[in-house]
T-cell receptor, first 110, second 111 residues
Framework: EDKVVQSPLSLVVHEGDTVTLNCSYE??????LLWYKQEKKAPTFLFML????IEKKSGRLSSILDKKELFSILNITATQTGDSAIYLC??????????FGKGTKLTVNP | DTGVSQDPRHKITKRGQNVTFRCDPI?????LYWYRQTLGQGPEFLTY????????KSRLLSDRFSAERPKGSFSTLEIQRTEQGDSAMYLC?????????FGPGTRLTVT
């Protein structure tokens, strides 16, 4: 059965801290891994990763995929209160459906 | 706004009633997906269309659920004889290739 596991499930930090969110997966017919940010509404797209070892960056956020060890990390540097959200990891299968993890709830305190 | 839109945003219904939700994808996207999300969980796949063809359905989609995309543009998701366990956020997403973009969701509460 396809499985996506995120850790930690919950994280509380202070503004300015750097955080690393983890995502491991066991999925047949892997195509890509995606990260989404979810506040009190629908998930918003952050990154799509298809190749191992190539870091994707967007401002203070970055992500990398390891297809040999079957995991990805999402880094957020110099966190701000606006980064508080649930971060979802999803793996796209060959059938194009996404299999999601439960998410990591990040709280950034001022 | 050219993003994915969903209607209604909230629906409260009594157990046993039928409900229908609508999703309008981003206009040039030929793929459309429905997911369901409950509290503390990530979204779970329900079904997927490429143009008007329904290509995959999850085991979660019991025979009370039906989805259509008649002209390959908007889609509807109908739930018949709703049960309290159907209470959830129903999310629609669309894509052309690669990343899926999500709509705001329809929150269903079955009383």
């Amino acid at each position: 059965e396809d499985k996506v596991v995120q850790s930690p499930l919950s994280l509380v930090v202070h503004e300015g801290d750097t955080v690393t969110l983890n995502c491991s997966y066991e999925v047949t017919n892997f195509r890509s891994l995606l990260w989404y940010k979810q506040e009190k509404k629908a998930p918003t797209f952050l990154f799509m990763l298809t190749s191992s070892g190539i870091e994707k960056k967007s401002g203070r956020l970055s992500s990398i995929l390891d297809k040999k060890e079957l995991f990805s990390i999402l880094n957020i540097t110099a966190t701000q209160t606006g980064d508080s959200a649930i971060y979802l990891c999803a793996v796209e299968r060959g059938s194009e459906k996404l299999v999601f993890g439960k998410g990591t709830k990040l709280t950034v305190n001022p | 706004d050219t993003g994915v839109s969903q209607d209604p945003r909230h629906k409260i219904t009594k157990r046993g009633q039928n409900v229908t939700f609508r999703c309008d994808p981003i206009s040039e996207h030929n793929r459309l997906y429905w997911y369901r999300q409950t509290l503390g969980q990530g979204p779970e796949f329900l079904t997927y269309f490429q143009n008007e063809a329904q290509l995959e359905k999850s085991r979660l989609l019991s025979d009370r659920f039906s989805a259509e995309r008649p002209k390959g543009s908007f889609s509807t998701l109908e739930i018949q004889r709703t049960e309290q366990g159907d209470s959830a956020m129903y999310l629609c997403a669309s894509s052309r290739t690669g990343e899926q973009y999500f709509g705001p969701g329809t929150r269903l509460t079955v009383t």
